[in-house]
C-alpha cells in the first residue's frame, strides 16, 4: 500500500487535505493522525471491517478493545446504551481532553471495534486536527496508539511512519503532541468508577470532580495474577528493543549502582543508556544518558518517555537503566508506562 504523507499545522488546517483524509476513513481506510496524548491510528469505529484492518496493520492482538474518538456530546448517545450522571460532570471539567470513558455499547458500535466486550471505550481529543478529521469522517474514528503493537507510543509523526509506512492510506504529520501520554481511562459501568489506566488526568483531579474512585490494583502492583480489567493492560507494552531495567532507592546511591553495572557492560563491549533527570545526567558514564526533564516537573517527564525510548532504539542501545518516579498524580501514569517498559523489572536498593 502507498501512505500518503501530509504536513498539516494545527492552527492552519488545509480544509482540503483533511476533507480528503475524512473520505478515506468513510471508506473504510485508515488514516494515522495527531491527538493531544499521542498519535492514533484511525479508522471508521463503526465499519467492523475498518476495525479488523486496524488490528491487522497494529499487530495488535484482537481482543484488545479501541478508543472511539468523538467530536461532540451528541454523538456519545448513539453509541452508548445509558449516560451515567457522573458522565456528564467529567465530560465538563475533561472534554475535549486526555480522558477515556468507558460505558455498555449501543447496538450500532461493533464488536470487531470493542474486542468483543459489550462495552465501549469513548474520548474526545482537544487536538484540532484529530476534532476536523472526526467532523470529516462522520463522527466517530477508532484509534488506538499509532505504533505497531508492543512498541512506544508515537509522540511524533517521525516515528508513526517508522511503524505504518506502507500499512496505512494516510499519516497527518501535525508535528510534536502535547502531552506525549495516553488518555486516563475510567470505567463507568460498575459500581463505582473505577480506573483502569492512569494519565495525564489524574486520580486527585477524577476525585475532586465526581468523588471516590477506585483504581485497578493490578495496573499499580503488575505481578499480580489477576488480569487487569483492561485488555491491553495485560500485554508488554512500550518496550524499547533494548534491556531496561528501574533503579529504586536513594538518589545518590542510585547513581553509584547504574554507574558500577555501566561499568561492566561497556567493559564486554555493550551500548549502555541512562534514562536520568536534569539533577543526575551530568554523574553518569554511559554511552547515552538521556534527561527526562527536572524531577519535580512530571508534565515534561511524561512529555518526554516515550520519545527517549524510541531514541534509544534509533541509537541502538542495548542496556537500560531508569531512575525511578514518585507514583503519585501524573507520576503514578509515568511508571505504569515506565514499569511496562520494563517488563516489570526493577532493583530496590
Ligand atoms: P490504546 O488505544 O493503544 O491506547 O489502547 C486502548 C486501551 O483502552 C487498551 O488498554 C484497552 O484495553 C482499553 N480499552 C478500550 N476499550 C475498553 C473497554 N471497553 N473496556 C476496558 N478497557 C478498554
Ligand atoms: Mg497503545
Known amino acids: 500500500m502507498n501512505t500518503k504523507i501530509l504536513k498539516m499545522d494545527e492552527e492552519n488546517i488545509d480544509a482540503d487535505a483533511i476533507?480528503?483524509?475524512?473520505?478515506?476513513?468513510?471508506?473504510?481506510?485508515?488514516?494515522?493522525?495527531?491527538?493531544?496524548?499521542v498519535y492514533g491510528l484511525g479508522g471508521d469505529a463503526l465499519n467492523a471491517e475498518s476495525s479488523g484492518k486496524i488490528y491487522a496493520a497494529k499487530g495488535r492482538p484482537s481482543d484488545n478493545p479501541l478508543i472511539v474518538h468523538i467530536a461532540g456530546m451528541e454523538e456519545l448517545s448513539k453509541i452508548v446504551r445509558k449516560i451515567p450522571e457522573e458522565a456528564y460532570l467529567l465530560a465538563e471539567h475533561f472534554w475535549p481532553g486526555p480522558l477515556t470513558m468507558i460505558f455498555e455499547k449501543?447496538?450500532?458500535?461493533?464488536?470487531?471495534?470493542?474486542?468483543?466486550?459489550?462495552?465501549?471505550?469513548?474520548?474526545?481529543?482537544?487536538?484540532?486536527?484529530a476534532r476536523a478529521l472526526i467532523h470529516a469522517s462522520g463522527g466517530y474514528i477508532a484509534a488506538p496508539s499509532a505504533n505497531l503493537s508492543g512498541r512506544?507510543?508515537?509522540?511524533?509523526?517521525?516515528?508513526?511512519?517508522?511503524?505504518?509506512?506502507?500499512?496505512?492510506?494516510?499519516?497527518?504529520?501535525?508535528?510534536?503532541?502535547?502531552?506525549?501520554?495516553?488518555?486516563?481511562?475510567?470505567?463507568?459501568?460498575?459500581d463505582k468508577p473505577m480506573i483502569l489506566r492512569p494519565g495525564y488526568i489524574t486520580e486527585e483531579m477524577l476525585?475532586?470532580?465526581?468523588?471516590?474512585?477506585?483504581?485497578?490494583?493490578?495496573?499499580?502492583?503488575?505481578?499480580s495474577k489477576q488480569a487487569p480489567k483492561a485488555?491491553?493492560?495485560?500485554?508488554?507494552?512500550y518496550a524499547p528493543k533494548?534491556?531496561?531495567?528501574?533503579?529504586?532507592?536513594?538518589?545518590?546511591?542510585?547513581?553509584?549502582?547504574?554507574?558500577?553495572?555501566?561499568?561492566?557492560?561497556?567493559?564486554?563491549?555493550?551500548?549502555?543508556?541512562?534514562?536520568?533527570?536534569?539533577?543526575?545526567?551530568?554523574?553518569?558514564q554511559a554511552d547515552s544518558v538521556k534527561s527526562a526533564g527536572k524531577r519535580k516537573d512530571e508534565d515534561q517527564i511524561a512529555h518526554q518517555?516515550?520519545?527517549?525510548?524510541?531514541?534509544?532504539?534509533?541509537?541502538s542501545v542495548e542496556i537500560i537503566y531508569a531512575e525511578s518516579f514518585e507514583g503519585r498524580g501524573v507520576g503514578q501514569a509515568i511508571m505504569n508506562r515506565l514499569l511496562k517498559a520494563a517488563g516489570h523489572q526493577v532493583i530496590k536498593l
Open 19 to 37: 476533507r480528503e483524509a475524512g473520505n478515506i476513513l468513510r471508506n473504510g481506510g485508515l488514516v494515522a493522525f495527531p491527538t493531544e496524548t
Open 106 to 129: 449501543s447496538d450500532c458500535v461493533p464488536l470487531e471495534t470493542t474486542g468483543g466486550l459489550e462495552t465501549v471505550a469513548v474520548r474526545m481529543p482537544s487536538n484540532k486536527i
Open 152 to 190: 512506544p507510543s508515537p509522540t511524533v509523526a517521525k516515528y508513526v511512519i517508522e511503524d505504518l509506512d506502507g500499512r496505512v492510506d494516510m499519516i497527518i504529520d501535525g508535528g510534536e503532541v502535547n502531552i506525549g501520554l495516553e488518555s486516563t481511562i475510567i470505567d463507568l459501568t460498575g
Open 207 to 223: 476525585e475532586e470532580t465526581i468523588g471516590s474512585v477506585e483504581i485497578d490494583q493490578t495496573i499499580i502492583e503488575g505481578n
Open 231 to 237: 485488555p491491553g493492560m495485560k500485554y508488554r507494552h
Open 242 to 284: 533494548g534491556n531496561l531495567t528501574i533503579i529504586e532507592g536513594e538518589a545518590d546511591r542510585v547513581v553509584d549502582y547504574i554507574n558500577e553495572q555501566l561499568r561492566i557492560y561497556r567493559k564486554n563491549g555493550s551500548k549502555t543508556g541512562v534514562i536520568a533527570t536534569d539533577e543526575t545526567a551530568t554523574k553518569y
Open 305 to 315: 518517555l516515550f520519545r527517549i525510548l524510541r531514541e534509544f532504539d534509533d541509537e
